[in-house]
């Protein structure tokens, strides 16, 4: 059995003293959601300041467990007030016309390998009006209150429907989660 393996079981056997359909939901305080993006001369950097989520444990395995979280968009904050404006504006995010952005899980698997990653979730991004598949490979681990998930990923803005013009740089968006969840 590999380390990554035998960590694997270790979080698995942490969930089983979890009750069927225990639903923990996201600390704001202790969780955050941030994103980076590619700006003319550099990189924007920021984070979004009210979110809310769940994740909903089925018995002992997180693998079959459902995953869920809203953002709110205008509560975005970037490095300067300047890109927060730009970035809330219809040529970024949209947050006027589109306010909330949607995953929702549709599997979660365990994953193997040299990364920090545990589970690879599966599930549809609904951001700006448009639901794209997306894939977020995260770290799980149980904590005494609960659970907290690492991980990242990234978005294209085309592919939501967001121009990506001159001000704007670069196409992609990462967007890193930092979660803590608890009954």
Do not use: W, Y
Not at 12 to 38: G, H, K, V
Not at 64 to 84: Q, V
Not at 147 to 160: C, M, T
């Amino acid at each position: 059995m590999t380390a990554r393996s035998f960590a694997a079981a270790i979080a698995a056997l942490a969930f089983t003293a979890t009750a069927p359909a225990d639903t923990l939901r996201f600390s704001n305080t202790a969780s955050r959601i941030e994103f980076a993006c590619a700006k003319k001369g550099g990189a924007c950097t920021g984070q979004f300041k009210r979110f809310a989520g769940t994740v909903t444990l089925a018995g002992d395995n997180f693998a079959e467990a459902k995953f869920a979280f809203e953002i709110e968009l205008d509560s975005l904050k970037a490095d300067n007030d300047k890109f927060t404006a730009l970035l809330a504006s219809p040529e970024f995010f949209d947050a006027h016309n589109h306010p909330i952005a949607r995953f929702v899980s549709r599997r979660i698997r365990v994953v193997s390998g040299d990364g920090p990653e545990s589970h690879l979730i599966l599930g549809d991004l609904t951001f700006h009006g448009v639901t794209r598949d997306v894939r977020i490979p995260v770290a799980a681990a149980a904590t005494p209150g609960g659970l907290k998930l690492i991980g990242e990923f990234v978005i294209h803005r085309k592919d939501f429907g967001l121009a990506a013009g001159e001000k704007t740089g670069n196409d992609e968006i990462k967007l890193t989660l930092t979660l803590h969840a608890g009954r």
